[in-house]
């Protein structure tokens, strides 16, 4: 934190915390070190199936680091703060609690992720399924928070509402016109694209390895082979526009109309 503090004041600098071991003085560190963004892990606010979620962890001690995170930082305007919910088939009830606490606490933005998207990581849990009464769920919810100046993106999104929610993240950042011009291009790839969800659902390992929502399946990327990892990134994208990955045989996030 003292290093962000020292060599990155002012930029766009962000972590992700589950908050399980963020104590008081650990929270003035951060907000002494001019962070812009910080992301909260809750998958639940039951304290048994949390427990379940993150096996080791306890969700009254997370809310009262989270709770008292957000006193701390008061009404300064950095780092914005982002509560992040993987959806799974078992804690598929609990976004609109999740987003009371949200309100409650007054953050600035709530995210869910589907569960699909961590296909790196081995787990028992099942994915959500892609409803339209979950869609219908979400939207309500969507417009519920936008209300209440709240953020809020999730991986069922039409074009619309996606599009919506990305204009709102503007205000997240320091650097919006950096932003602006991921926007746009982004904006591009969720209209041009055969997934709806190309673009940020992509790791890249140390050997070179390259993941996308389904697993391995892309060609490694060569540090020592005169592709700077922009462009690799850019090449990986319009390699899966013109030819899907095995894997999206059958994924409703793929449309093959695109392609």
Not at 93 to 99: F, G, L, N, T, W
Not at 151 to 170: C, G, M, N, Q, Y
Request: glycine share 6%; with cysteine.
């Amino acid at each position: 934190m003292a290093l962000t503090g020292k060599h990155l004041r002012h930029r766009d600098v962000q972590m992700v915390t589950n908050a399980t071991l963020l104590n008081e003085a650990k929270a003035k560190a951060i907000l002494d070190s001019d962070l812009s963004r910080i992301f909260f892990s809750v998958d639940s606010v039951d304290a048994e199936l949390y427990a379940r979620l993150r096996p080791g962890a306890a969700w009254e001690t997370t809310r009262h680091n989270i709770e008292r995170f957000m006193e701390l930082r008061g009404k300064a305007k950095w780092p914005r703060v982002t509560v992040i919910m993987i959806l799974m088939k078992e804690n598929q009830e609990e976004v609109e609690k999740v987003a009371d606490f949200c309100e409650r606490i007054g953050v600035d933005a709530f995210r869910v992720q589907h569960l699909a998207t961590f296909a790196d990581v081995p787990t028992t849990l099942e994915p959500a399924e892609d409803t339209p009464a979950m869609r219908r769920r979400l939207l309500r919810l969507q417009w519920r928070l936008f209300r209440r100046g709240i953020v809020f993106d999730h991986p069922f999104a039409l074009r619309l509402e996606k599009i919506l929610s990305l204009l709102a993240t503007v205000r997240l950042y320091r650097d919006r016109w950096g932003y602006l011009k991921y926007l746009v291009g982004g904006a591009w790839g969720a209209l041009t694209s055969p997934c709806r969800r190309i673009g940020w659902e992509a790791t890249v390992y140390r050997d070179g390895r390259y993941s996308s929502c389904v697993g391995i399946a892309d060609v490694p990327w060569d540090p020592k082979g005169g592709t700077s990892f922009l462009r690799y990134l850019r090449q990986s994208r319009s390699r899966h526009a013109h030819a899907a990955f095995a894997g999206c045989d059958g994924c409703s996030f793929h449309r093959p109309e695109k392609r």
